[in-house]
């Protein structure tokens, strides 16, 4: 008999994280799967708007777990608050988010229970005897299946790998999580939070259209020519880790294996070859256009719109055109 889903939402500056909007989605693909209901735990202080948000979602029941110790991510409060979660509602499975404290907690928590986890994941399938969860491995190259048997485990979403989850017109039940964190000790206090040098790109992660820059530049002045692309159809600039090595774009940029993981609507790839690396970063964006001027290139066996051609001749025409 299956206890359902449990998803672990976050909220940032009285906003849902994206991320947790794609979490929705992979909560209602396990439901699919393994059955019972799909409850989403928003841990944090003061988050009734994005409690009533995530309501909204698709969700059967949002549980709302308040502390001042959950204002800001530390590791040793939100575990506290997650197990106890888990502990009071018994789920089959619980999903974090592809965050960074996502990838956190997913497996300390599984740790903690003596539960199997899987990180990264992509799809969920199976059963509620047998939860099927499918991950990249070997940079994107390979896909796998990992079974999780036993009565509860723990998964973190891959980035981008689920649609956001849009409004249903139906408002789930808000109710309060009481969670005992006198016991846990502030080893780690959040003092303050400085937002990094965005080099005008700090929505990355959320932006619709990403336009984004590789060698192909030839040097760092053109990516003037990005820049204005990117401002025109009101995107955010990314790069090819060749770029970001070289020293021409900062690595909040970078796009793939050991970058951001995007799935924008639209990905303008300009004068970046498709490696792998980089590819794995972005196959997710709902349209990818790529202007290089290789016929050959492996960007163009992803692409959904190919340009072959100079883009010193291409982009300026567009930029042009959109003017
Ligand atoms: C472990 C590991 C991790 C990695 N992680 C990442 C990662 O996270 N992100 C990432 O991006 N890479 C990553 N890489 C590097 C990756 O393998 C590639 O080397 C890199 O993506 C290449 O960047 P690029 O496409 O900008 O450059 P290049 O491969 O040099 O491609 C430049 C492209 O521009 C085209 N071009 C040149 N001039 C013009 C012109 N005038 N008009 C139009 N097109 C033109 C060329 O035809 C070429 O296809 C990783 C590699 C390793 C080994």
């Known amino acids: 008999m299956s206890n359902g889903i449990l998803i672990i939402a976050e909220s940032h500056e009285g906003a849902l994280r994206p991320a947790s909007l794609e979490l929705v989605t992979a909560g209602l693909a ?80 599984a740790a903690r229970f003596g539960a199997p986890s899987a990180a990264n994941v992509i799809a969920i399938g199976g059963s509620s005897d047998t939860i099927v969860a499918t991950r990249p491995v070997l940079g994107g190259r390979v896909q796998t299946d990992v079974s999780l048997g036993g009565s509860l485990a723990f998964l973190s979403a891959g980035p981008g790998a689920f649609e956001k989850a849009v409004s249903t017109g139906v408002t789930a039940p808000v109710e309060a999580l009481a969670v005992d964190l006198s016991g846990v000790s502030e080893r780690v206090r959040v003092t303050g939070l400085a937002a990094a040098d965005s080099g005008g790109s700090s929505s990355l992660a959320s932006a619709e259209v990403v336009v984004a820059g590789g060698r192909g530049l030839k040097e760092p002045a053109n990516f003037a020519l990005v820049e204005e692309l990117a401002g025109k159809l009101g995107g955010a600039v990314a790069a090819s880790r060749a770029v970001v090595d070289a020293g021409w774009r900062s690595h909040h940029e970078q796009i793939g294996q050991t970058g951001k993981t995007v799935s924008p609507k639209l990905y303008i790839a300009v004068g970046i070859s498709g490696a792998v690396q980089h590819n794995v970063g972005m196959q997710g964006s709902e349209a990818i256009v790529a202007i290089n001027r290789d016929p050959d290139a492996p960007i163009f066996k992803i692409a959904s719109f190919g340009i072959v051609g100079d883009l010193f001749e291409i982009v300026p025409e567009l930029n042009r055109q959109l003017s």
Request: cysteine-free; glycine content about 10%; hydrophobic content about 50%.
């Open 30 to 109: 396990a439901k699919a799967a393994v059955g019972g209901s799909l409850t989403a735990l928003l841990p944090g202080s003061n988050v009734a708007g994005p409690a009533t948000e995530l309501a909204g979602l698709g969700v059967d029941t949002v549980k709302v777990a308040e502390d001042p110790k959950l204002s800001a991510f530390t590791t040793d409060a939100w575990a506290a608050a997650v197990e106890a979660a888990v502990k009071a509602l018994d789920p089959r499975v619980v999903i974090f988010a592809g965050t960074t404290s996502g990838r956190d907690l997913a497996p300390r928590l």
